[in-house]
């Protein structure tokens, strides 16, 4: 998986495609990225104490890798090639190829 932790990356697909944000976790195991603002849905949390009330909070739940590209300095998505600087892998933008 390309996309990593602190990424700033556009939706390319679902109910929330064009919305932008930073990569709060990314999930290897599951193909899939929590970014900060998007697939944000409404829970209903029951009281976990006798006495308060329960309450509706906000939950960003994950959205499938696929369905996200990485931004580019300009704003706009582009794919990620790696190349060897000194030794060292870098990620590298497709479109610019300047490095991430």
């Known amino acids: 998986m390309k996309i990593k932790k602190g990424d700033n990356v556009i939706v390319l697909a679902g109910k929330d495609k064009g919305k932008t944000g930073k990569v709060l976790r990314s999930l290897p195991s599951l193909d899939k990225v929590i970014v900060e603002g998007v697939n944000v ?29 990485l931004m580019d300095k300009s704003g706009k998505a582009t794919r990620l090639s790696s190349k060897v ?10 479109k610019s190829g300047e490095e991430i």
């Open 85 to 94: 600087v000194n030794g060292k892998k870098v990620r590298v933008s497709v």
């Open 41 to 69: 849905v409404k829970k209903h949390q029951k009281s976990r104490q006798q006495g308060k009330a329960g309450e509706i909070i906000d939950r960003t739940l994950p959205i499938h890798v696929s369905n996200v590209a």
